[in-house]
């Protein structure tokens, strides 16, 4: 739409169409001509782990190196690294360290992210985890959601009491988190190195009867049924599904589950393993992209850069891949009525791009494209300095 215009008001999109249809602007208000720059809606992160201490760089450089990753856990390290170092950290050593990765995220024009727990796997931990989630929420311009994913694995201390450490985060944790307001959603990683069916099962039933909406990552590395359960119990969203099955697809296709892809993971852990894209899309699935931001899989917020690995690695389109970061990353955090299109009565989350129209987005990989980002009406973020 070449001669489009969006008027904006209160904070909502009030008009989308032809410039000649647009209200008149009044004397107070700021008109911004695009120059022939793409918009889009405010791009929507729907995965991500980027509360947590310290870093694995080095253990990324032995990877690399050719070191499995199972040796690399075997003697303490990959999420038990960084589990140590989120309980080491104090809130306020959390925030410092999420804070620029939240910028990098708004420079991609991200308007709403996802945050979850995890990498604390103790009462107080987590909690703090989503206390830090909870604050940036109100310290900079990005809407952030919470998810308790206290079942990412089984912690050190329990490995041998597998049941105790359920018990804890059905009966102690969960309720805490449900009753201090700190997370929308429920997460458990479904895998024969994490959590069981069962035990999903019944983490992801309590989450439900405490208000918190269920996710479910899912067969990333093994065909194990995650997506059958996610589901079953309405799940919002099933995430990873490198390894869904055809029944899986069925399943998420006739729940109207949202599949979220994380193509970086792959190719952060030198993997061949690609979601079957086209073939959830065939069936009826609505398909997102994300990051997964965290510092041992995937340690990015560069989401433009997922829309290349989104046409190049699954499959997708130009038009899906920005779908997936926008409509259907919104659906992914239930957000669909407020968030991800450039709609009245939509909330003015707008990002604009430095390139002639969608298709340059992906095409041009690399480069943070993203020109102006608006929240709620307000420019808070610019290529020539931070708006913010």
């Not at 699935?285 to 510092?295: G, M, Y």
């Not at 991800?340 to 987005?361: C, E, K, N, S, Y």
Request: charge should be negative; proline fraction near 5%.
């Amino acid at each position: 739409m070449g001669d489009g215009a969006v008027a904006v008001s209160g904070g909502v999109i009030q008009f989308v169409g032809p410039q000649h249809e647009a209200p008149l602007p009044g004397p107070a208000t700021r008109v911004v001509d695009l120059a022939g720059r793409l918009l889009t809606p405010g791009l929507v992160e729907c995965h991500t782990h980027l509360v947590f201490g310290g870093d694995r760089a080095g253990e990324y450089a032995e990877r690399a190196a050719g070191i499995p990753y199972r040796e690399i856990a075997q003697r303490g390290g990959g999420i038990a690294t960084t589990v140590r170092a989120t309980r080491a950290a104090s809130l306020e050593s959390l925030i410092e360290q999420a804070h620029p990765r939240l910028r990098r995220l708004l420079a991609q024009g991200v308007t709403t992210a996802e945050v979850k727990s995890g990498y604390g796997l103790d009462h107080a931990t987590e909690l703090r985890i989503l206390e830090a989630v909870q604050a940036l929420d109100a310290a900079q311009p990005i809407d952030l959601v919470g998810t308790y994913l206290g079942a990412h694995v089984v912690p050190p201390e329990h490995r041998d009491h597998r049941a105790r450490y359920v018990r804890e985060v059905i009966e102690h944790t969960l309720p805490a988190v449900a009753e201090r307001g700190l997370a929308r959603f429920c997460d458990v990683f479904v895998e024969d190195t994490a959590f069981s069916l069962e035990e999903a099962e019944a983490i992801l039933a309590a989450g439900v009867a405490h208000g918190l909406r269920p996710k479910v990552h899912a067969d990333q590395l093994d065909e194990g049924g995650g997506a059958e359960l996610a589901a079953r119990l309405g799940a919002v969203s099933a995430d990873h599904l490198e390894h869904i099955s055809d029944a899986g697809i069925a399943a998420l296709a006739q729940a109207g589950t949202v599949a979220v892809l994380l193509p970086g993971a792959a190719l952060f852990l030198g993997q061949d393993a690609r979601a079957p894209a086209r073939r959830l899309i065939e069936a009826g699935v609505p398909v997102a992209l994300s990051t997964d931001c965290n510092p041992g899989t995937c340690m990015t917020e560069h989401l433009q850069l997922m829309l290349t690995l989104g046409m190049s690695r699954l499959g997708m389109t130009a038009h899906e891949v920005l779908e997936a970061v926008t409509c259907h990353a919104a659906a992914a955090l239930g957000l669909a009525d407020q968030v991800g299109r450039i709609a009245v009565g939509r909330r003015a989350d707008l990002a604009v791009f430095d390139v002639p129209d969608h298709q340059h987005l992906p095409y041009h990989f690399g480069p943070v494209h993203t020109w102006q980002v608006f929240k709620a009406g307000v420019e808070v973020w610019r290529a020539d300095g931070w708006a913010h």
